[in-house]
């Protein structure tokens, strides 16, 4: 069983900063490509940020140049520091990865529960 579990998301002012964590735990091989993706009320899941096993990053354009996105292979853990945050990146905030268990020739696609962040004054 693999598990993806985030934290760190809240409420938080316009021009503020957040970081959210992901850690990956279970039977885990090898983790190929980590992303971020959001979802605000009414809208579709979109891509904020993928970072591949070898540190390759791509970010959406909305957030380039304001959230980062970074892993740690040892702790199979992926996060996002988001900067600058605005009011339109409020959204439910997953991580997806791309997984490898112990004992498979086959990548699977895994979710985390989701974890909200909120920009308001």
């Known amino acids: 069983q693999v598990q993806l579990v985030e934290s760190g998301g809240g409420l938080v002012q316009p021009g503020g900063s957040l970081r959210l964590s992901c850690v990956a735990s279970g039977s885990i091989s090898r983790i190929n490509a980590m992303r971020w993706h959001r979802q605000a009320p009414g809208k579709q899941r979109d891509l904020v940020a993928t970072?591949?096993?070898?540190?390759?990053?791509y970010y959406a354009n909305s957030v380039k140049g304001r959230f980062t996105i970074s892993r740690d292979n040892a702790k199979n853990t992926v996060y996002l520091q988001m900067n600058s945050l605005k009011p339109e990146d409020t959204a439910v905030y997953y991580c997806?990865?791309?997984?490898?268990?112990?004992?498979?020739?086959?990548?699977?696609?895994?979710w985390g529960q989701g974890t909200q962040v909120t920009v308001s004054s």
């Open positions: 970072i591949s096993a070898d540190g390759t990053t």
């Open positions: 997806y990865a791309a997984i490898v268990r112990y004992g498979s020739r086959f990548t699977s696609d895994y």
